[in-house]
């Protein structure tokens, strides 16, 4: 008897194994794919079709007041020119929509060539509080895990994002 409760005790540890979640998952956060719709300087709408013509899609949250956003921004030019053959596309997102004549001055001044676009609810879920916040997107639509986590706050050079983009590509 008591090797049939034993047996049956690690017939039924061996079966639940592939189901469990490792703690360290538990406190990750995920995204599901997401759906949007933005209109950039141009008139042009920009919506998650463009991941499926992409192999990295880069979303960085911007602002025009936000002196670190506006310093990297032609290190981002310069990073989209270097990557965008490979697959690489990025979007601007900024909110401050009051602001749209210091947009178009910074975007001019910085050689912009990338879609700069407006900003809308569904990124709310991809707030962190600070800019610029950037986010990276497969084809599929998924958020891509970036150095541990799922966003990347604060500015970076040219060289910085362009050992991040090497690593998704």
């Known amino acids: 008897m008591k090797k049939i409760f034993t047996a049956i005790i690690v017939l039924i540890l061996a079966l639940s194994l592939p189901g469990c ?4 998952a538990l406190n990750e956060k995920t995204y599901p794919q997401f759906s949007f719709s933005v209109t950039d300087l141009s008139g042009n709408i920009i919506t998650e079709s463009v991941f499926a013509e992409h192999k990295v899609t880069m979303i960085n949250f911007w602002e025009p007041w936000c002196s670190p956003c506006v310093h990297e921004m032609p290190d981002l030019e310069l990073l989209y020119q ?3 053959d490979d697959g690489f596309y990025i979007i601007g997102i900024y909110s401050s929509t009051d602001m749209l004549s210091s947009v178009k001055s910074i ?3 910085a050689g912009t060539t990338y879609p700069i676009a407006d900003y809308c609810d569904t990124f709310d879920q991809f707030q962190t509080g600070y800019v ?3 986010i990276f ?3 599929k639509g998924q958020v891509m895990k970036v150095k541990g986590g799922t966003s990347l706050t604060g500015a970076r050079s ?3 994002w362009g050992s991040i983009v090497s690593d998704l590509l």
């Open 132 to 134: 610029p916040t950037t």
């Open 137 to 139: 997107v497969d084809q």
């Open 158 to 160: 040219f060289t910085d």
């Open 107 to 109: 975007v001019q001044s």
């Open 82 to 84: 270097a990557y965008k």
């Open 21 to 24: 979640i490792p703690l360290w």
